[in-house]
């Protein structure tokens, strides 16, 4: 009865409640150890398998690659199923920060596929390595390893230590996420900026993008770069872009009462417009701050879109007759699916800043620049040019034809105060 729960139902191997019992004596301090956790697959791989073949199948798969992995053990080492799909082992090595053989022997065993059940299936292992020290503690010494197994799947020879710059990277996105809820209900750690939108031709402001900060108690500034991809992971992404939403038709409803005619440019995650209703949330947010759907504009990228729902282009649609206007953003970056150009509801392509940050004279190759332009023309949308950062490169991108513009040339984003002194000093236009 005492054995309930100790042993992996699958593979019948001790499990991490026996790993944890045993920490103490396997991290030994005066005998060097090694902690070696073998990751059979990939999660997404798994999922795959278990769609694909049944849970049967990826049982099978996991104690075929147990017993393979067992195989390549001495007869008396200690083995453990820590979780689902990961296998630890701990071995004596001469010294801390010695590689042992078998990491090569294992990952190289399993470069090939594991038999199961007469079906080769090729698979992705992650061999992880780390340095038993018993002041870690069991736990965090599993997840370290875990950890480095997962990091070894970008590294040729198969295997690698801990590494605590990458796992690092790994907490704070961990923390950014954790923090992000107290973040949304505090009252000063999230603003927005407003960078101005340029009519090439005239130099008028017409319209301004909204670009979130995050001032972290602790973390101090942190870029929506780093930020909003996380978000985007997660159920956080529609509480965020909400939050967006209001703030920018709260202040563009205080500019038209100040008398500046300007339309907020917001970023939406398609994650945003692929969930139900969105389309009303805005439209309702709209009538209730008495602002017309002219008022405002959506920005999405393109990378993201192509693989668009027929809901988020049903409500781009809706949301397009309603008057919103719409926009691609970062046109240019990351994968252009061309096909889907000509059925997106979009009004306007903005030009991705890698096109357009190295105009700094004439001596610069515009050659896709002025395909893109012409392809966006030639497809009835707007054209905005973003990250204008020279006079040389505003004007080029108007003799191009390109109708609006964003960049530091002409006006970083600022604060709400800032961007109202911003558009008193200028000409009403
Ligand atoms: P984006 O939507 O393409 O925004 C333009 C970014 O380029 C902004 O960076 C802006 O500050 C920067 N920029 C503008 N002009 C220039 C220039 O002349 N030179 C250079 N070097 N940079 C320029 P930021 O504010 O750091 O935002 C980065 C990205 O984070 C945005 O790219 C957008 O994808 C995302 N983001 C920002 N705010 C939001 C938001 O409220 N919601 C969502 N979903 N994403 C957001
Ligand atoms: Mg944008
Ligand atoms: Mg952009």
């Known amino acids: 009865m005492a054995q309930i729960g100790r042993f992996d139902h699958v593979t019948r191997l001790p499990n991490r409640l026996q790993f944890i019992e045993r920490f103490a004596d396997l991290a030994h301090p005066h005998r060097p150890t090694m902690l070696v956790l073998v990751t059979l697959a990939e999660a997404k791989h798994y999922n795959e398998i278990l769609r694909a073949l049944g849970m049967a199948f990826a049982d099978d798969f996991v104690r075929a690659g ?42 190289a065993a399993f470069a090939g596929a594991i038999e199961v059940n007469a079906i080769p299936i ?5 061999v992880g390595l780390l340095p ?9 010494s599993l997840r370290a390893a875990l950890v480095a197994a997962q990091d070894s799947r970008r590294i040729d020879s198969g295997y690698t230590f ?26 000063d750690q999230l603003t ?67 008398g500046y005619d300007l339309r907020v440019s917001i970023n939406a995650s398609p994650v945003n417009l692929s969930e139900a209703g969105f389309d009303d949330v805005l439209l309702h947010r709209l009538e209730a701050l008495e602002l017309e759907p002219q008022h405002v504009e959506l920005e999405f990228t393109e990378g993201t879109l192509a693989t668009n729902s027929q809901r988020t282009v049903q409500q781009l649609t809706r ?3 309603a008057g919103v206007t719409v926009a691609l953003d970062d046109f240019g970056s990351g994968y252009s699916n061309l096909s889907y150009l000509s059925r997106i509801p979009a009004d306007v392509l903005k030009i991705d800043q890698s096109f357009v940050r190295p105009l700094i004279d004439a001596s610069h190759d515009d050659f896709l620049l002025r395909q893109i332009i012409a392809m966006a023309n030639g497809l009835g949308f707007r054209v905005c040019a973003e990250g204008i950062e020279t006079a040389y490169a505003y004007d080029h991108l108007r003799s191009l034809g390109v109708e ?11 604060p709400a105060d800032l961007l109202q002194q911003w558009l008193e000093a200028r000409p009403h236009t």
């Not at 801990?162 to 996105?173: E, Q, V």
């Not at 939050?243 to 009462?257: G, I, K, P, S």
């Not at 609006?404 to 600022?414: K, S, T, Y």
Request: glycine share 4%.
């Open 162 to 187: 801990y590494d605590h710059s990458s796992d690092a990277a790994h907490l704070r996105a961990f923390r950014i996420l954790a923090d992000l809820p107290a973040a949304l209900a505090a009252p």
């Open 122 to 126: 090729k698979t992705k292992v992650g």
């Open 66 to 107: 147990a017993s393979m992995l067992a195989s390549l053990l001495p007869p008396d080492a200690a083995i453990f199923h820590v979780s689902v799909l990961s296998i630890a082992t701990a071995i004596p090595v001469d010294y801390p920060a010695q590689a042992p053989t078998l990491a090569t022997i294992i990952a």
């Open 404 to 414: 609006e513009g964003q960049g530091f040339h002409m006006a970083r984003p600022m």
């Open 192 to 258: 927005l900026h407003y960078q101005p939108r340029i009519t090439m031709s005239s130099g008028a402001c017409h319209a301004v993008e909204a670009l979130l900060r995050w001032t972290h108690p602790e973390l101090g500034p942190i870029s929506p770069a780093e930020f909003v991809p996380l978000a985007e992971q997660t159920a956080l992404i529609t509480p965020l872009t909400d939050w967006v939403m209001t703030t920018a038709l709260q202040q563009n409803r205080l500019f038209r009462d100040l």
């Open 319 to 321: 949301l397009r007759r």
């Open 132 to 140: 038993l020290d018993s002041t870690q503690g069991a736990a965090e």
